[in-house]
Nanobody, 119 residues
Framework: QVQLVESGGGSVQAGGSLRLSCAAS????????MGWYRQAPGKQRELVAR???????NYADYVQGRFIINRDNAKNTVYLQMNSLKPEDTAVYYC?????????????WGQGTQVTVSS
């Protein structure tokens, strides 16, 4: 079993920054790619950014140039540096990992962390 634990959410004023972290724990697993999604009230969950094991990244258009995703493979941890935050970035942010465990790939999710940006 693999668990993802997020940290780093909180409240910030528009223009500010936050850094989210997500650490995967368990045994006998290998992570292929990791990412961050978000869900605002009344809206569907949407992709924010993803990073694969080789380091390639992709970002949603609405965060391009403001957010940076990176990962520490040795620590099975992914980070999301969020800069120039806007009120519309307010959402619950979820960590996601595509993991090989027990010979099978599966998607795992963290519990979510709240990010609130005030104007």
């Amino acid at each position: 079993q693999v668990q993802l634990v997020e940290s780093g959410g909180g409240s910030v004023q528009a223009g500010g920054s936050l850094r989210l972290s997500c650490a995967a724990s368990g045994s006998g697993f290998s992570i292929r790619d990791m990412g961050w999604y978000r869900q605002a009230p009344g809206k569907q969950r949407e992709l924010v950014a993803r990073i694969i094991s080789g380091g390639s990244t992709n970002y949603a258009d609405y965060v391009q140039g403001r957010f940076i995703i990176n990962r520490d493979n040795a620590k099975n941890t992914v980070y999301l540096q969020m800069n120039s935050l806007k009120p519309e970035d307010t959402a619950v942010y979820y960590c996601n990992a595509f993991v090989l465990v027990g010979g099978h790939y599966g998607a795992y999710w963290g519990q979510g962390t709240q990010v609130t940006v005030s104007s």
